[in-house]
């Protein structure tokens, strides 16, 4: 199995532009994640999903946009990249329940100039 | 607000010795609690986790304690390994209601073993 699966694993966007980080899981997971990490930070919770057709705010969700139209596919949508979305992203699924863990994916870099 | 805190930016041990990674946490409504290990380049991995009903959970060389009256969790790994070297991630959750696994993380320790 892949796991949670991320691309493009790097890239350099100019202020204004948009952009799409894709992320698919083949566990048959029904919540999913998108966090970012800054340096030197923890990772924080942008937007969640229980479920397709379902989606939920984070604690950072401002300047983005997500979907889940499928149970596999969890894309995150910036439409105005600004210096401050610089940062690392990861995506995550889980398992609902209690006592389940988060398996994430290796990431995205992603820098606004 | 800084919900989950790591206080120790980074922690340097020999190989063979103990390594104590802390964590401390300030909201009551925390009932579970895991470790994720993080390599440079990579997604964070799940290490190991524990429950708000325990003390204590050991997994071979990594044993986490709880001490839910001071609201603090440790990772402990022995003996520390080269290997482990790596950021460790503290994070938590709650079960219920609508947290529905979200994860609340610390800042991360950078764990150095040296040979």
């Known amino acids: 199995n892949a796991g949670v699966t991320q691309t493009p694993k790097f890239r350099i966007l100019k202020i204004g532009q948009s952009m799409t980080l894709q992320c698919t899981q083949d566990m048959n997971h029904n919540y999913m994640y998108w966090y970012r990490q800054d340096p030197g930070m923890g990772l924080k919770l942008i937007y969640y999903s229980v479920g397709a057709g379902i989606t939920d705010k984070g604690e950072v969700p401002n300047g983005y946009n997500v979907s889940r139209s499928t149970t596999e596919d969890f894309p995150l949508r910036l439409e105005l990249a600004a210096p401050s979305q610089t940062s690392v992203y990861f995506c995550?699924?889980?398992?609902?329940?209690?006592?389940?863990?988060?398996?994430f994916g290796q990431g995205t870099r992603l820098t606004v100039v | 607000d800084q919900q989950v805190k790591q206080n120790s930016p980074s922690l340097s041990v020999q190989e063979g010795r103990i390594s104590i990674l802390n964590c401390d946490y300030t909201?009551?409504?925390?009932?579970?609690f895991l470790w994720y290990k993080k390599y440079p380049a990579e997604g964070p991995t799940f290490l190991i986790s524990i429950s708000s009903i325990k003390d204590k959970n050991e997994d071979g060389r990594f044993t986490v304690f709880l001490n839910k009256s001071a609201k603090h969790l440790s990772l402990h790994i022995v003996p520390s390994q080269p290997g482990d070297s790596a950021v460790y991630f503290c994070a938590a959750s709650s079960k219920g209601g609508t947290s529905y696994g979200k994860l609340t993380f610390g800042q991360g320790t950078i764990l150095t073993v040296h040979p």
């Open positions: 995550a699924s889980s398992l609902p329940g209690v006592d389940t863990e988060a398996f």
């Open positions: 909201n009551s409504m925390f009932d579970y």
